[in-house]
């Protein structure tokens, strides 16, 4: 027996090595560096041993034809789990290649949960051809989720969890935690005969509890309820407050439609925060690393064209001042300093209110209190830049009056920026606009038309 | 008893109102709006039904002031909960205005763990005041967690979790369980006599399993191991990935020091996108929403000042081509535009590039497929907006030569951009810069000196 154990103990050492934590950068190095044949091994290997998430994001970071080869290697009854984990557009790129049978069979596995999650980004007809391939009450169950928009939690929600009546036994309940094995599952829903919600019994209670009394008895009075109707990131901000692994999902009618885990709240703050950080350059986070070049040009043109028409405002600003550049050269030389320091400046205020928004903190109540600050901030460097500037000008092109010139416009353009940092992503938020996205090609207009409205303006005035 | 028990389920049931999700932005309004007396009402109402996380939130979004007020109404025994979810700089600040007595009263309530994750960003003076408070084992635990610096796992390892030898029992195991109640508690770590990790055991195995047979019998297979050294969001992906609840940290000489819930995973999953939002405008993801305007604007006065220098560079870019200005005003006139151009194009390749990076996926292995893409796209969108800029500006001025100039610039700035939009990330990467801080600045200043020599180069050949 001594020795039986030993055996087993001394197996389980070695296992450690091969359960070694599989760090992703170091995987993608080692795959996207081989070629051909030697891809293909070196995936393979990877496969036996990487979770499906790991297998996504390589996927991802390879081009599309390498991307396409090596996704022929994954096995069928793992696409499903590995395309549920990457972004959209890859995602999309690989079923558009798929053959219709292998299609088919793919889509034969797939869950409602998982078509309502991809359907976001699918065209028509690859839903369609997705519902042909579901019982009728898988469909029924898609229809039923579908009822709620992409931005409601209850379009995600979790159908999988232990549901039972709150006049059931502590065995019965003891009974469902043995037999099923959920992912983040620590809760017992207790819902009335139409399916109301009543409440949660936690799974430290009920093993604690005698096995004879009744689950109602055992109601956790300080569990939360998600609404159904609540945003992604306000539900997933509920969950990790709440510090509990799943909340139940209810619609208005106090229906319990499902669960949201704290699995679907990490991957949805790594989503928003993602949104986020792409929109301030105009994109998307579904974007493909590597999109093909046709699409990725179309996608970004339009941004580019946005940015073009405020470009093109600065420009006319500029234009309104020709006379005083053709006698100035030397305000050319300068102009693009005031614009640079103004647009810095409203960019800092502009991403405080933006990561403040991402976290609701902002609101009608502060926004004063935050405007003041700001400006006392803009104002104290303004003053620092503008003196430091106005010096380094005067002496560059020995002119006094270039220096106060330009100090003062600096000063004016970085208290204008402070305001509007603060004020355009406040009046994007009142007309629901993100204002990751539009903020700072707005901003920018803001602070070139200025900048070089007072720096020219006043140069015509001082030198005119 | 069929009475009592409609009686229980109809106290669950009006229960529900008051299990109603907290939205945090309601709140946050509801709060900021009132003032003095009746804020401090809202407040106390508040702090009956929300969790510390949302506590946290509300008082970061309150100015100075108001902050400090609310923070006394908050409970002696809540409070380190509430510092431990705010981020550095207001837990700083709080901590700094706290009288003697309230501090050390608070910080006799802290955890080795805790005082770790704030001493990051404490003074020296009061991390020693915390460690006068503690026991000496509890010195020794933070001396231990001390060894690993701030962007390793080991630092925030969680010590509580549940472990036995593999030589204990199924009963054993099962007794832990019952006792003991963790958040993200899903396995039992199993350690030889040295303190050596062996294996885990699932609770769900453990729960099904003969209450005689031995812990090492039941070992699962498929358990990853997270290094102590691992990078914070390496570690936090692997357990995204792992589609576990917790994962066992190991030293490298395989001792069990700790494990990595889910919970913890979500926090650095948020707080590493926070850091490369801020990052992008030269800030810090503990930066206070109502930091002190003298802090505020000495902190951002160096992302200004750095700013500066590239500013400078273009105009004395400008500065070179003096010549041509003088003659051709409306060089001045249009010479934002390239620039712009320039700059909006390359910050797209910049962040898909940070975006990929944040994930591992870029490696020395596609950055050139990745620099071809980004090539093309750069150069199919050159062109397009070559020939449209080239037009209008050949039509404003009434000048087919101006037109041509500044079409050739604005393709060749392009595809400027996209090259150092790949490159620059990839060479901060190698000198381990966080390309999301320094990355825009460098950019910018490339695509701005750039645009301006090839603009004005052009007009100096073409016109002079």
């Not at 055996?7 to 296992?15: G, H, K, P, R």
């Not at 994109?283 to 070049?293: R, V």
């Not at 205020?349 to 009608?364: D, E, H, N, V």
């Not at 100090?407 to 629901?432: S, Y």
Request: some cysteine; overall charge negative; charged content about 20%.
């Amino acid at each position: 027996m001594e020795e039986l154990k030993n055996e087993l103990i001394s197996e389980a050492e070695q296992d450690i090595t091969s359960q070694l934590q599989i760090e992703v950068s170091q995987v993608v190095q080692q795959l996207t560096e081989a070629e051909g044949e030697e891809q293909a091994e070196v995936f393979s290997e990877i496969l036996n041993e990487a979770e499906a998430g790991t297998i996504a994001i390589l996927l991802e970071s390879l081009p599309l034809d390498e991307r396409y080869e090596r996704w022929q290697q994954v096995q069928p009854e793992e696409r499903v789990d590995v395309l549920n984990l990457m972004r959209a557009d890859p995602r999309l790129g690989i079923l558009k290649k798929m053959p219709d049978e292998e299609l088919d069979l793919l889509f034969s596995q797939l869950s409602p949960e998982d078509l309502i999650d991809w359907s976001d980004s699918l065209p028509d007809s690859i839903t369609d051809r997705a519902l042909a391939q579901m019982g009728e009450r898988q469909r029924k169950h898609f229809e039923l989720y579908d009822q709620y928009d992409e931005n409601e939690i209850g379009r995600y929600a979790d159908h999988q969890m232990l549901v039972l009546n709150p006049d059931s036994t502590v065995a019965q309940g003891q009974r469902f935690f043995r037999r099923i094995d959920l992912d983040c599952n620590d809760h017992l829903f207790l819902v009335d005969a139409n399916d109301k919600y009543v409440g949660t019994v936690r799974r430290y209670d009920l093993f604690k509890a005698d096995a004879d009394s009744l689950l109602s008895a055992l109601i956790w009075p300080d569990s939360r309820v998600i609404s159904a109707d609540s945003s992604l990131i306000e539900s997933a901000e509920t969950l990790e407050h709440s510090r509990e692994l799943e909340l139940p999902v209810v619609d208005d009618e106090g229906t319990l439609i499902g669960r949201m885990t704290l699995r679907t709240a990490t991957a949805l703050v790594r989503e928003h925060y993602e949104s986020q950080l792409m929109a301030t350059a105009g994109m998307d986070e579904d974007d493909d690393l590597f999109a093909p070049i046709i699409v990725g040009a179309r996608r970004r043109a339009v941004w580019l064209g946005i940015n073009l028409l405020t470009a093109f405002l600065a420009s006319a600003t500029i234009g309104l001042f020709e006379n005083v550049l053709s006698q100035v050269v030397a305000l050319a030389v300068l102009m693009p300093i005031v614009a640079s320091m103004g647009g810095i400046a409203g960019s800092q205020s502009l991403t405080l209110m933006i990561r403040g928004m991402a976290m609701g903190q902002i609101s009608a109540g502060n926004v004063v209190s935050l405007l003041k600050n700001e400006l006392g901030i803009g104002a104290l460097n303004g003053l620092l830049w503008a003196i430091v500037i106005g010096l380094i000008a005067g002496w560059w092109f020995d002119d006094v009056i270039m220096g106060i010139i330009i100090g003062c416009a600096i000063l004016i353009n970085m208290a204008m920026a402070a305001i509007a940092g603060v004020m355009v992503p406040m009046i994007l938020q009142k007309f629901n606009q993100d204002a990751a996205l539009s903020g700072s090609v707005i901003l920018t207009t803001v602070t070139d038309v200025v900048g070089f409205f007072t720096f020219l303006g006043l140069a015509t005035i001082l030198y005119l």
